[in-house]
């Protein structure tokens, strides 16, 4: 299942930021708004701050705030490759990706930010997908978000968020597929497996080298298919070819077809999403081939889409974030919750990519929670808040609120932790049902609750047959107030 949840995708091309926003929950996104703006900029050495206020001021723009932002990177700056690790089991398999992965790279290893996708067994061997993103790359683009004051809570590809997007709302399919995403200036060519990435790649010629050359563009996605088909070893053939980003026309479908032997599909995916014919029609100009299906591509897989990639460049996988909180890690209790609940929804709605990452974990649980004896044998600092440790975890708060207001009786449409210090309510729930007498079945259950303390005073509004409802929820420890939101 999909968070629910406004989410924002940030993409820095060139001179230009784009910021999207959508409303995730369902089998495809919502584009509720996007924003671009071009760096203004004479000397090159002003380039990292003009971008960051170019970037700020579209930020500051926007109408709808997103729960939290991710970054979408260009695939052009990273390095893919296949690889055959003789074991099965995932822990197993993640424990040697690293070690596998490093004599087939031209580059040290150290500076690139990995993540692994494991795609298919085999004889007793696992096939992974182990991708990697340079970190002077990445660490430019972090710094010009950084200095826009923006926080981002995780890092995807455009090639990766592209596929996600294209397996939006479709049927699961078996085999191998194959799909282009053009995009301006460059594509990428992705291969999908029974659902998961296989592989991609990042190809030079955008829209405008098919336009004027798409014989060579055809050769050179031919090229890339036969080059993995010849390494691949779990079976499967592709069937046709999908074309994103624009629409082929037919004398160019034709040449694709003639040179890959295969059927080909083309389609421009933001005309298929709700809100893309509305971006559409406000602004042409900056509706380029696939402009903005890769953040909102970014941001659907950020909420539990198909594909995820995320490339965490401190160092700390999402999931340590829930597990493994220790106070050498939580100084800011704002941040920890804003992270704690992205990432715990996260894995609460079964992400299947993230359940590979939760293998790794178990390799450093050991030295954690000796990290963290050390730590409480030498006791935490006079400034260091530790209400944050007594309280439950976010699992165990978002399992007693899925169990005490099951979708049967109402729709639960925003759940909300707020830091310590918030005299407006610990917990912010919000929903809606098409019928007043769950409102009070609810309110008795929540009432029962050994997790949390809640306001007996909602706030609760009709329209029509609908209503709408919010709920305060404060600890244990603490009083709820007598008023109202």
């Given at each position: ?11 820095i091309?060139g001179?230009?930021v ?9 089998r495809?996104?919502v584009?509720?708004?996007v924003?671009e ?10 380039r ?10 579209a ?5 709808h ?15 893919v ?29 150290d500076?690139l ?19 990697g993103?340079r970190r ?7 710094a010009i ?10 890092v995807?590809l ?13 049927k699961?399919q078996?085999?191998l ?5 053009v ?14 990435i296989?592989?991609f790649r ?12 798409p014989?060579?563009?055809a ?15 779990a ?10 980003g624009?629409e082929?026309?037919?004398a ?16 421009v995916m933001?005309?298929?999403i709700?809100?893309g ?12 081939p696939?402009a903005w299906?890769?953040a ?7 909420a ?9 460049p ?5 999931a340590?974030l829930l597990r493994?909180?220790a ?10 919750l ?16 993230f ?19 050390e730590l ?7 400034n260091?808040?530790?209400?944050l ?23 639960v449409?925003?759940?909300?932790l707020?830091?310590?210090?918030m ?16 409102v ?16 007996p005073?909602?706030r609760?509004?009709?329209?029509g047959?609908?209503v ?18």
């Open positions: 299942m999909l968070l629910s949840a406004k989410l924002g995708a940030i993409e091309v001179h230009t784009r910021v999207a926003v959508v409303k995730t929950g369902g495809k996104p584009l509720l708004e924003r703006r071009t760096a203004q900029f004479a000397d090159p050495e002003d990292i701050a003009a971008l960051a206020q170019a970037l700020g001021e930020v500051d723009s926007l109408k705030t997103p729960a939290v932002f991710i970054l979408c990177a260009n695939a052009m700056h990273s390095v490759r296949s690889i055959t690790i003789p074991m099965r089991g995932r822990k197993r398999v993640l424990a040697a990706a690293r070690f596998e992965l490093e004599p087939h790279l031209a580059i040290p290893i500076e930010l990995l993540d692994f996708n494991l795609v298919a067994e085999v004889d007793g061997e696992t096939e992974v997908l182990a991708v993103v002077n790359h990445l660490d430019e683009q972090l978000v950084a200095a826009a004051g923006v926080e981002v809570e995780a995807n455009d090639a990766v968020a592209l596929t996600g997007l294209w397996q939006a709302g479709r699961a078996k085999g597929e194959a799909v282009l995403h995009r301006g200036q460059s594509a990428s060519l992705a291969v999908v497996f029974n659902g998961t296989a592989y990042s190809l030079g010629a955008g829209a405008e080298a098919l336009a004027s050359s014989g060579a563009v050769r050179e996605v031919q090229n890339t298919l036969r080059a993995f088909l010849a390494k691949w070893r079976g499967g053939e592709i069937a046709a070819l999908d074309v994103t624009i082929l026309s037919p160019e479908a034709d040449v694709f077809s003639e040179a890959l032997r295969l059927p080909v599909r083309s389609r933001l005309r298929e709700a809100g014919a509305r971006a559409l029609e406000a602004d042409p100009a900056s509706c380029g696939n299906e890769a909102a591509g970014a941001a659907f897989a950020g539990g889409g198909v594909l995820a990639l995320n490339f965490n401190s160092g700390r996988s999402p340590r493994d909180v106070p050498h890690v939580v100084y800011s209790s704002g941040f920890a804003v992270a704690l609940l992205l990432w715990g929804l996260y894995y609460y709605f079964e992400v299947n990519h359940k590979a990452q939760t293998a790794q974990i178990q390799l450093e649980i050991d030295q954690l929670r000796k990290e963290i004896e409480a044998g030498k006791g935490l600092g006079e260091v808040d530790v209400n440790f007594r309280d439950p975890p976010v699992l165990d708060i978002l399992a007693d609120i899925s169990a005490r207001m099951p979708e049967s009786a109402v729709l449409t925003s759940v909300k707020q830091p310590p210090e005299q407006s309510g610990w917990v912010l729930i919000e929903g809606k049902t098409t019928n007043a007498e769950n009070g079945v609810v309110k008795d259950a929540l009432a029962q609750s050994a997790v949390f303390a809640v306001d005073n909602f609760q509004s009709a329209e047959s609908e709408t409802f919010g709920i305060r929820a404060f600890r244990r420890t603490g009083e709820a107030s007598d008023g109202n939101e």
